[in-house]
DNA sequence: GTCCTGATCCTCT
DNA sequence: GAGGATCAGGACG
């Protein structure tokens, strides 16, 4: 079942803590499937959100409809995949930070020219890029094919574990512990 | 226009 | 654990 609208519009540290567990799926040119293991959740009055100062072009998807994707470029090299969260307007949205590769393992390594499946997926630029996900998504809605995220199944509940996020420089941002990740994991970025 | 910084990753040591 | 790569956005003038 892909996660709809109105899953994305519940409140954004829910949605962080609920996507651990779920499935992020690209399907072009071929099935990638990764489980989602680490989350970090951007709110509103958030130091280190984007969306922090208001609108500007580059933000400009995070005050769009939630379940609309927000890619942007950072360090002059890497993508990172954000799902716009909450209600319309408030700019918040939350990091897809680390996957448990499931399917098209072997496409994830030639596009990550990495063998070891514990780093093909360990930290938002990777993921991004095992998972073939081009800009272009920017801006558009993950609640459909070929791009989207399916509910989690429920057979076994993993524990979530919580810290500071990963990468912040501002203390009051830092005093907010909005990463989330699955304690059990081997799949996870960096612990702080 | 210039300057600085960054929601990162990789390569060393 | 530290440092560099590399460029767009945002602050400033």
């Known amino acids: 079942m892909i996660l709809q609208k109105d899953f994305y519009e519940q409140d954004t540290i829910v949605v962080a803590k609920q996507l651990l567990g779920c499935y992020f799926v690209h399907e072009i040119p071929e099935l990638a499937v990764g489980k989602i293991v680490e989350t970090e959740a951007y709110i ?3 130091p280190a959100n984007h ?3 208001g609108i500007t072009p580059r933000n400009k998807p995070m005050f769009g409809q939630s379940g609309n994707a927000y890619i942007y470029f950072i360090y002059g090299k890497y993508y990172c995949f954000n799902v716009v969260t909450g209600k319309v307007g408030k700019g918040e949205a939350v990091l897809i930070r680390a996957l448990e590769p499931v399917t098209g393992i072997s496409i994830m390594k030639s596009r990550r020219h990495q ?6 997926c360990n930290g938002p630029a990777n993921l991004v890029q095992a998972m073939g996900i ?3 998504y920017n801006g558009r809605s993950i609640t459909d094919r070929p791009l989207y995220i399916v509910k989690k199944s429920f057979t076994k509940q993993e524990k979530i574990q919580s810290s500071v996020r990963i990468g912040i420089s501002n203390e ?3 005093s907010l512990p909005l990463r989330f990740y699955s304690a059990s994991s081997r799949f996870v970025s960096n612990i702080p």
Not at 115 to 120: G, I, R, S, V
């Open 51 to 53: 969306a922090y100062k």
């Open 44 to 46: 509103e009055g958030d």
């Open 134 to 136: 081009p800009k272009e």
């Open 172 to 174: 009051e941002a830092r």
């Open 115 to 120: 063998d070891n499946l514990y780093k093909l």
